[in-house]
């Protein structure tokens, strides 16, 4: 079940460099959506990826031309500082001349790529493939869902419950475990998230549902990413005295790329989508669509760490036209310290979890522990006790997991 999705994924982020011969784009696009119906999510990341791309690339060339002048172009610099911001807006180098010369650059790429979904998608609705007929779903495989079809929920229980689904799924992307691993997320594994939030236990005491506060706190995160994102990664704000046209030109352009790096993030995350209560999907809470997304989460946080490890000596340097990045050694050796731990704790908990994949014993076990009411994990477990493994023969236990796999879900 997951080898689709990470073919989807790979064909989809080979497409996503600019210099991918035109042709490539649309074979390489048409084998991600063939490999896997999520495909089809990732294209609005494919887009924005693309497009920060070529803009870094713009931006760099425009640099080089702008630096190449040497001490000669200095004299110039300094007068063209004193033109109004709306006429160095329009000249040729400004950064939305550079943001629609990407565009227009990409946009037969764009083009190729909106057919080739538009394609896709008429086929599957002429073929009857594009929706999950009503009543199909089992409460096993996804028991909010069933909730929907049944008309016990109200959009205030739907919104609730699947933002918080949602959230875990961002979490896991992040490399967090709320719940904890399981190779099946079925019935009761998630509670509910009943209504009202808070509600009263006894004649003297309240009780409240915590776990509506992941989604609040990852909408308070991510409000402030934007803003960090928009005022720089430094946290330095802008020369008032606008020293120089270049200067003005690169931070402009620098928030530009900020911005677009960040909707790049947000783009990868958007592949969550499916699961977030729109779509009726087959699955519930699955690791396997949370792999597009750690792709977003890659990118962005690998730039993170790449600018806190440098600093910008534009505002302290002795020469005005010299503008260099500078590594302090107790900045490498705070931030290697910092990315060996976080490299460890991945590492760790990569190893584990592939080490419960490799035996049936194992990886039940962490399945049950995590979601004892799981009715897959509680069938599949009683077949190891019923003589699937003769070592493990206890019918007794088999049929313990059976009954309570039954008193389930009949």
């Not at 808070?198 to 009780?207: L, R």
């Not at 302290?316 to 910092?338: V, Y």
């Not at 077949?383 to 309570?404: E, F, H, R, T």
Request: glycine share 6%; hydrophobic share 40%.
């Amino acid at each position: 079940a997951n080898r689709p999705h990470l073919l989807a994924l790979l064909f989809n982020i080979t497409i996503v460099d600019p210099s991918i011969p035109f042709v490539a784009v649309g074979v390489l696009g048409a084998a991600g959506l063939l490999s896997a119906e999520t495909g089809i999510f990732q294209y609005p990341a494919i887009v924005l990826t693309m497009t920060a791309i070529q803009y870094r690339r713009e931006v760099v060339l425009t640099m080089d031309q702008v630096e190449g002048g040497g001490e000669d172009d200095s004299l110039s610099l300094n007068e063209e500082n004193e033109e109004s911001d709306e006429q160095s807006s329009s000249s040729p180098s400004s950064p939305l001349s550079l943001l629609l010369k990407t565009f227009f650059t990409l946009l037969p790429r764009y083009i190729l790529l909106v057919m080739t979904s538009v394609s896709y998608l008429l086929y599957r609705y002429t073929n009857g493939s594009l929706t999950i007929p009503d009543g199909l779903i089992r409460p096993a495989e996804n028991p909010f869902y069933n909730k929907i079809d049944n008309g016990e929920w109200t959009y205030q229980h739907r919104i609730i419950n699947y933002s918080y689904v949602l959230s875990l799924h961002i979490m896991k992307s992040f490399g967090v475990e709320i719940v904890g691993f399981s190779h099946e997320y079925g019935f009761d594994c998630i509670p509910e998230i009943k209504l009202p939030i808070v509600h009263q236990t006894s004649s003297t005491s309240w009780a409240m549902d915590l776990r509506v506060l992941l989604p609040l706190l990852l909408v308070v995160f991510f409000v402030g990413l934007v803003i960090w994102s928009w005022y720089g990664w430094n946290g330095q704000q802008q020369n008032k005295d606008a020293v120089k046209s270049k200067n003005q030109l690169t931070q402009q352009c620098d928030r530009i790329q900020r911005m677009l790096l960040l909707l790049t993030f947000f783009a990868w995350l958007a592949t969550l989508f499916p699961i977030a209560g729109f779509l009726k999907v087959g699955t519930f809470v699955a690791d396997r669509l949370v792999v597009a997304s750690t792709f977003g989460t890659c990118i962005f946080a690998g730039r993170l760490i790449a600018v806190s490890l440098t600093t910008d000596d534009d505002d302290t340097s002795d020469d005005k036209h010299r503008s260099t990045l500078a590594i302090q050694p107790k900045t490498i050796i705070k931030h290697t310290i910092l990315l060996y731990l976080l490299t460890n704790h991945l590492a760790k908990q990569t190893h584990n979890r592939t080490s419960e994949w490799m035996d049936e014993f194992s990886l039940l076990t962490s399945s049950l522990k995590s979601c004892p009411r799981s009715i897959k994990s509680n069938l599949e477990a009683s077949k190891l006790y019923s003589g699937l493994v003769p070592q493990m023969l206890d019918l007794d236990k088999a049929l313990s997991l059976i009954k309570n796999a039954h008193s389930i879900d009949p």
